[in-house]
C-alpha cells in the first residue's frame, strides 16, 4: 500500500485502478491452449473482482486432488506461503535432524509462521517456541500445530520466558516481525545459529532500508555471535517450486501438516478482511470466499 514498496517484484497499488492480491478462479472461457472451461487457475496478482479477463500466460492452472479439494490451500499451505515456509527453513534455517536445534517463530499464528514451526519440526529441530499476540492463538499453536510452547508477548516478560522455555538458546529464528521481539530473540541466540529473514511487519511503515537495520547492541551480538541474517526471498527458489509443492501437499494428506485459515465471505467485504488481517485479527491465512 506505499508508494514504494521497497520490492522489485512488487508493485504498489495504483489509485482509481482494482486492487489485486494471490487469488484463484474458474475459467468461464478460454481462448488459451493450455486452459479449458472449467479449469481451475490462480494468479499472485488476481483482481479484487467477480470476473476477469486475464492472460493465460499470466495462470498457473491447479489440481485440486493434491489439497484434497481445498482449494484455497493453494493461496496458503500449498502456495505460495508454504513455499516460503518451506523453502526458507530448507535454505537459510540450516536445520539438521539430530542436532537438537531449538527454533523460534514470531508471528507465528499468522499464515507463514504458523506452517514453518511445523515444517521446522518435520525437518528436524527438536523444540519448537512460537510468540504470537493472544492466548487463543498461542492456545491454538499448542493444541493443533503441535508447537512446544506458545509465548504472548502482550502478556509478561518475553525475555524471561523464552530464557524459561529455550534454555539451551535459540538456534533457529523464523522472522516474520522484526523489531523489539526480534531484538529479543536474537539477544538469546547461540553461537553461529540462524535468522531466517521471512518479514519484518512491525518495519513497514519506516523509512529505512530492508532488510531493516539491527539496533546497535543487537548487531554487535549478531556480529560477536556470527548469527546468519541475509534476506529470504522465495521467488530467488522457483527451481525448487514444484518438488516442494509436491511435499506439502503430501505432509497435508498425511495429516502432519495442519492448517488453519480464517475465511470472510463476500467480495464486499474484502476490505474488511485485509485490515482485520494486517491488525492480526487472523489465525492462519486470511481467506475470501467470493463464490463456492
Keep these: 500500500m506505499n508508494e514504494d514498496t521497497g520490492s522489485d517484484y512488487l508493485q504498489p497499488w495504483q489509485l482509481s485502478e482494482v486492487a489485486d492480491g494471490g487469488g484463484i478462479g474458474v475459467v468461464e472461457e478460454s481462448k488459451h491452449q493450455n486452459l479449458a472451461k472449467g479449469d481451475f487457475v490462480t494468479s499472485f496478482t488476481w483482481p479484487w473482482q467477480t470476473e476477469a479477463i486475464l492472460d493465460g500466460d499470466s495462470l498457473q492452472k491447479l489440481v485440486p486432488q493434491l489439497v484434497n479439494g481445498r482449494l484455497s490451500y493453494f493461496l496458503g499451505a500449498a502456495g505460495i506461503t508454504g513455499l516460503t515456509a518451506l523453502l526458507g527453513v530448507r535454505e537459510k534455517g540450516h536445520v539438521a535432524a539430530g542436532a537438537n536445534q531449538t527454533m523460534v517463530v514470531s ?39 503441535g508447537f512446544d510452547a506458545a509465548i504472548n508477548y502482550k502478556k509478561g516478560d518475553v525475555a524471561k520466558q523464552l530464557r524459561e522455555l529455550c534454555p539451551g538458546g535459540v538456534d533457529v529464528y523464523f522472522d ?100 482485520s488481517m494486517m491488525n492480526g485479527g487472523n489465525i492462519g491465512k486470511q481467506i475470501v470466499l467470493v463464490s463456492k
Aim: net charge negative; aromatic share 4%.
Design 107 to 145: 508471528g507465528a499464528a499468522g499464515a507463514c509462521g504458523s506452517l514453518a514451526g511445523q515444517i521446522g519440526r518435520l525437518e528436524g529441530c527438536s523444540r519448537v517456541v512460537g510468540i504470537a499476540g493472544t492466548d487463543e492463538k498461542c492456545s491454538i499453536l499448542v493444541q493443533e500445530m
Design 176 to 275: 516474520n516481525v522484526g523489531g523489539d521481539i526480534s531484538d529479543t530473540v536474537i539477544s538469546q541466540m547461540n553461537q553461529n545459529s540462524h535468522i531466517i529473514l521471512c518479514g519484518q511487519i512491525s518495519q513497514y511503515n519506516k523509512d529505512v532500508p530492508y532488510p531493516p537495520p539491527l539496533p546497535p547492541d543487537t548487531e554487535k551480538i549478531q556480529k560477536e555471535r556470527n548469527i546468519t541474517r541475509e534476506r529470504f526471498l522465495v521467488l530467488n527458489y522457483m527451481d525448487k517450486q514444484e518438488a516442494s509443492v509436491l511435499q506439502l501437499c503430501q505432509w497435508i494428506q498425511e495429516g502432519k501438516l495442519k492448517v488453519r485459515e480464517t475465511v470472510v465471505e463476500g467480495l464486499a467485504n474484502i476490505g474488511a478482511a485485509f485490515q
